[in-house]
C-alpha cells in the first residue's frame, strides 16, 4: 500500500457523539481514521459502522498516560505512515463545588482535559505530515470560567494556552487551533443541573443547545484548505454565549 496516497486522520475520545460526528465529516472526505477512546467496547462498535480495518482502526487509549499515547503512535506508523490531522476530543466534565473538590477530582480532570492532549500530540508530532492541522477541543468554560467546575475550566485554559504555543512551535508545518464549545447536547451535559442548563440556555442568543455535527463541521473546516492560513485560534461555537 502506498502510505502517503491518502490522508489520515487520529480522533481522541471517539466513543462520544462530538468525535463520533467528526469521524464521520472525515470519512465522507475519505480520510483513514485511527480513532481511540478508553471506552473500547463503544469504540469499537462506532468503528464497525465505518468499515472497520484497514480503512479505521479502533485503539483503546487511556489519554492520560503517555505510554499509550505512544503505542497509537506506532500503530499510527504501521498502518499508515504518517499523520494528517488530530483532533483531541477526549474528556472529561464534573460538576463539583470547590468545598467537594479533593485531590484526586482535580488531578483527574488535568491528566485528562490537560495532559492527554499534549501526550497524544508529543507522541504523535514525529509522524505529522507537512500542512498538516491539529485541533483540540477547549471549552467556553476554559475562555470564562465556569461556576462548579473549576477542574475542567482550569484545565480548558491550559488547553487554549497549549493551542497558542503549539501554533508557534509546530510552525509553519502544522496548523495547530482550537474550538471553544459552549452547551452542547451530549452525554457528558448530564451532569450538568438542570437549572443552571436552563439559565445558560437563556443566556445563548440562539435559544439552544449545540449540536454534536455543528462542532464537527468546524473542525472538517479547520483540517482543510479553507483555513489554511489559520493558526494559534480559538473559534467560538457556543450559540453567542460568549459575547453574554
Same mark, same amino acid.
Given at each position: 500500500?502506498?502510505?502517503?496516497?491518502?490522508?489520515?486522520?487520529?480522533?481522541?475520545?471517539?466513543?462520544?457523539?462530538?468525535?463520533?460526528?467528526?469521524?464521520?465529516?472525515?470519512?465522507?472526505?475519505?480520510?483513514?481514521?485511527?480513532?481511540?477512546?478508553?471506552?473500547?467496547?463503544?469504540?469499537?462498535?462506532?468503528?464497525?459502522?465505518?468499515?472497520?480495518?484497514?480503512?479505521?482502526?479502533?485503539?483503546?487509549?487511556?489519554?492520560?498516560?503517555?505510554?499509550?499515547?505512544?503505542?497509537?503512535?506506532?500503530?499510527?506508523?504501521?498502518?499508515?505512515?504518517?499523520?494528517?490531522?488530530?483532533?483531541?476530543?477526549?474528556?472529561?466534565?464534573?460538576?463539583?463545588?470547590?468545598?467537594?473538590?479533593?485531590?484526586?477530582?482535580?488531578?483527574?480532570?488535568?491528566?485528562?482535559?490537560?495532559?492527554?492532549?499534549?501526550?497524544?500530540?508529543?507522541?504523535?508530532?514525529? +509522524?505529522? =505530515?507537512?500542512? #498538516? &492541522?491539529?485541533?483540540?477541543?477547549? !471549552? /467556553?468554560?476554559?475562555?470564562? *470560567?465556569?461556576?462548579?467546575?473549576?477542574?475542567?475550566?482550569?484545565?480548558?485554559?491550559?488547553?487554549?494556552?497549549?493551542?497558542?504555543?503549539?501554533?508557534?512551535?509546530?510552525?509553519?508545518?502544522?496548523?495547530?487551533?482550537?474550538?471553544?464549545?459552549?452547551?452542547?447536547?451530549?452525554?457528558?451535559?448530564?451532569?450538568?443541573?438542570?437549572?443552571?442548563?436552563?439559565?445558560?440556555?437563556?443566556?445563548?442568543?440562539?435559544?439552544?443547545?449545540?449540536?454534536?455535527?455543528?462542532?464537527?463541521?468546524?473542525?472538517?473546516? +479547520?483540517? =482543510?484548505?479553507? #483555513? &489554511?492560513?489559520?493558526?494559534?485560534? !480559538? /473559534?467560538?461555537?457556543?450559540? *453567542?454565549?460568549?459575547?453574554?
Amino acid at each position: 500500500m502506498n502510505k502517503q496516497r491518502f490522508k489520515t486522520a487520529v480522533i481522541t475520545g471517539a466513543a462520544g457523539e462530538i468525535s463520533q460526528q467528526i469521524a464521520l465529516f472525515f470519512s465522507k472526505r475519505n480520510i483513514k481514521l485511527v480513532l481511540t477512546d478508553i471506552d473500547e467496547a463503544s469504540l469499537e462498535s462506532f468503528a464497525a459502522t465505518l468499515g472497520g480495518e484497514p480503512d479505521c482502526l479502533a485503539i483503546r487509549h487511556d489519554v492520560a498516560k503517555m505510554e499509550d499515547a505512544e503505542r497509537v503512535a506506532e500503530a499510527c506508523r504501521e498502518a499508515f505512515g504518517q499523520v494528517d490531522y488530530i483532533v483531541t476530543g477526549a474528556g472529561l466534565y464534573q460538576h463539583l463545588p470547590l468545598t467537594e473538590i479533593v485531590e484526586a477530582d482535580w488531578r483527574t480532570s488535568m491528566a485528562i482535559n490537560l495532559d492527554g492532549v499534549f501526550f497524544t500530540i508529543q507522541a504523535l508530532r514525529p +509522524l505529522l =505530515s507537512k500542512n #498538516s &492541522s491539529i485541533v483540540n477541543i477547549a !471549552s /467556553l468554560a476554559g475562555q470564562r *470560567g465556569s461556576l462548579n467546575h473549576t477542574p475542567y475550566a482550569a484545565a480548558k485554559g491550559g488547553v487554549l494556552t497549549l493551542t497558542r504555543s503549539l501554533a508557534q512551535e509546530l510552525a509553519p508545518r502544522t496548523r495547530v487551533n482550537a474550538i471553544s464549545p459552549g452547551l452542547i447536547d451530549t452525554r457528558m451535559m448530564g451532569s450538568l443541573d438542570a437549572a443552571k442548563r436552563q439559565i445558560m440556555i437563556g443566556a445563548t442568543p440562539l435559544q439552544r443547545l449545540g449540536r454534536p455535527d455543528e462542532i464537527a463541521s468546524v473542525v472538517d473546516f +479547520l483540517c =482543510s484548505d479553507a #483555513s &489554511s492560513f489559520m493558526t494559534g485560534e !480559538s /473559534l467560538q461555537v457556543n450559540g *453567542g454565549l460568549y459575547i453574554n
